[in-house]
């Protein structure tokens, strides 16, 4: 995850600035030390952290302050002021804190707090003495979101994550972007370095789980010994569509899940000069915009008349496809693929369009056998309560897999966000060692196409009002979906401070039947 570099500006906060300069509520970006830094003042307190967001790098200084914490305007991670604790994902990592003193009208940061990074950073407040074995299935965001905050949570005893992929953990959403097009090096996408496991006494397992005992509290993995449990929780993930037509399975054919996938879709461009896109989805059109970076010529074949159109409304959807269209992709919009041949895909209407690479990007089905296998309650995913637990006692789900009762929509829905994933999977961690903390995070996630980048928070299957402020063909607008009068998601391209308002307005907005505490 690269990207960590930010230029030092603003005053230097280790000579002090006037106390005056900051009212309550107010941030500054400055520096001490070398490091970029953010002071911020809390009623009387004034306090300092890094200015730098360990995920990708955002500036923190262009966030929001909200009750004592600051939020990255990039893709909503969130940080202690106090403490520069990583409290939301995707930070998994905390930011640097600093001292700071009041000298007569002056505040000045006079050191940097050292941390021990194998301390507990983020304990639970439970006696749940009876967890000593935890067992994750899969170590994607859920899982290994899950593994990390068990340890912060000081949980000491044994983790085991099995995951079947030689690379993961990794950071996927990636694989379609800046990895694809060839801009971000390969030492970005690993989330953690190689001993960072061993270092935690964080136990991988590689290899695939073929079997829940849930009576016997065992997960059974392919040529290895079974893995007793006191807690489990599958974050099994999603994989992508395979469309069932002729010449699916030829070897020019691609998906995109897995680091491997984007690799070989990587090696297959190197050689190629005409690709064709399957599917107008999120994943498909970055794909789109990656290959177009690495100059091949690009079709996307799609059934919708404008991409995106269900999720993002018209205003956006047409944007995007006239976004692509702006860089040389060519959209057979209304078409279906009726077959794949060795050098070409040819539509349902007969047209034959010339392809080396193919890529179906047609959607993802969640992978369910193992819950479903457990026995466990389904309901379009693995059905978990308010704390992410499953039918089964002690045994939680998160991520795509999951489907959990929003209690800003006041539906069960599950969604596929890679910040989401991983929040899900902290909040499953910390219940297993007894928190019963509810997730009620609002969901957000982003998309990035060229140098655009699209986030979207709240969830809005259905909306009976659509407003767009500003124009998206100027990159700058915002698109609110609201049914009875409620916001229920917001649309933003380079609107981050409006779209972490409309996340915290959100967020004090629950229905009135909403799920059952969670006592
Ligand atoms: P995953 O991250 O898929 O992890 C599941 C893991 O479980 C995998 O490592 C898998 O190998 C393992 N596993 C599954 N079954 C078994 C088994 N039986 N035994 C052992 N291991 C098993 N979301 C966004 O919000 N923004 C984006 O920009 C974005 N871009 C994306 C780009 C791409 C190319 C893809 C594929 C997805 C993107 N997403 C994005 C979606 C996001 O990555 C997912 O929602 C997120 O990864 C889901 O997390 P998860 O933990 O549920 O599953």
Redesign the pocket.
């Known amino acids: 995850m690269g990207g960590n570099e930010q230029q030092l500006g603003g005053p230097d906060f280790a000579a002090g600035i006037a106390a005056s300069q900051l009212h309550d509520g107010d941030k500054m970006l400055g520096h001490a030390f070398g490091d970029a830094v953010l002071m911020a003042r809390l009623g009387d307190e004034y306090v300092a952290i890094g200015a730098t967001c360990t995920h990708y790098g955002g500036p923190l200084a262009e966030g929001v302050i909200e009750d004592g914490t600051v939020r990255c305007p990039w893709h909503h991670a969130c940080f202690s002021l106090r403490t520069g604790e990583a409290l939301r994902a995707p930070a998994l990592s905390p930011v640097a804190c600093y001292e700071v003193e009041r000298r007569g009208d002056t505040v000045v940061v006079t050191r940097k707090v050292e941390r021990d990074p194998l301390a507990p950073s983020y304990p639970v407040k439970t006696d749940a003495p009876s967890v000593k074995r935890v067992a994750i ?7 290994w979101a899950a593994a990390e905050m068990l340890r912060r949570s000081g949980y000491r005893d044994r983790i085991a994550v ?4 030689p690379d ?1 953990p990794y950071d ?2 990636n ?2 972007k800046d990895y694809l097009a060839g801009n971000a090096p390969e030492e970005w996408i690993p989330l953690r370095p190689a001993d960072f496991a061993k270092e935690h006494d964080i136990d991988v397992v590689r290899a ?2 073929t079997r829940i005992d849930v009576a016997g509290k065992k997960v059974e993995i392919e040529g290895k010994d079974p893995i007793a449990y006191d807690a489990l929780l599958l ?4 994989e992508p569509i395979h469309l069932p037509i002729d010449g699916a399975d030829l070897p020019h054919v691609h998906v ?2 897995s680091l491997a996938d984007s690799r070989a879709i990587v090696a297959a461009s190197e050689k190629s000069k005409r690709a064709v896109v399957i599917g107008g989805s ?2 498909g059109l ?1 794909t789109a915009a990656s290959l177009r970076a690495r100059n091949v010529e690009v079709r996307v074949v799609a059934p919708e008349s404008v991409p995106l159109e269900k999720v993002m409304g018209h205003e956006l959807g047409a944007f995007i496809k006239q976004l692509h269209e702006s860089h040389g992709v060519v959209f057979h919009l209304g078409r279906k693929p009726q077959r794949i041949e060795r050098d070409a895909v040819v539509l349902d209407d007969g047209t034959r369009l010339e392809a080396d690479l193919v890529v179906m990007g047609v959607g993802v089905k969640p ?1 369910l056998e ?1 819950a479903e296998q457990a026995g466990l309650t389904m309901d379009r995913g693995v059905s978990v309560n308010e704390c992410l637990e499953t039918s089964a006692p002690g045994v939680y789900a998160a ?3 999951a489907r959990w009762p929003d209690p800003h929509s006041g539906e069960k829905i599950r969604v ?4 989401v ?1 991983e929040r899900m999977g902290q909040t499953a961690a910390r219940n297993m060692l007894g928190a019963r903390e509810r997730f009620d995070q609002v969901p957000f ?4 196409h060229y140098d655009v980048s699209i986030n979207y928070v709240g969830h809005a299957e259905k909306w009976d009002r659509l407003e767009v402020n500003g124009s998206a063909e100027q990159k700058d607008v915002a698109v609110r979906f609201e049914q009875g009068g409620k916001l229920l998601a917001l649309a933003t391209i380079f609107r981050d401070q409006e779209s972490l308002d409309a996340e915290i307005e959100m967020e004090s907005t629950e229905q009135a039947a909403p799920a059952k505490s969670a006592g």
Do not use: M, Q
């Open positions: 299935v899969g170590a994607g965001a859920a899982g099995i995951d079947r992929e993961s996927r959403p694989l379609s695939r789980v974050a099994t993930g999603a995109l899940r999120f994943i970055e992978r193992l991520g795509d897999i596929e966000h890679w910040v994933a996630f982003w998309s990035a």
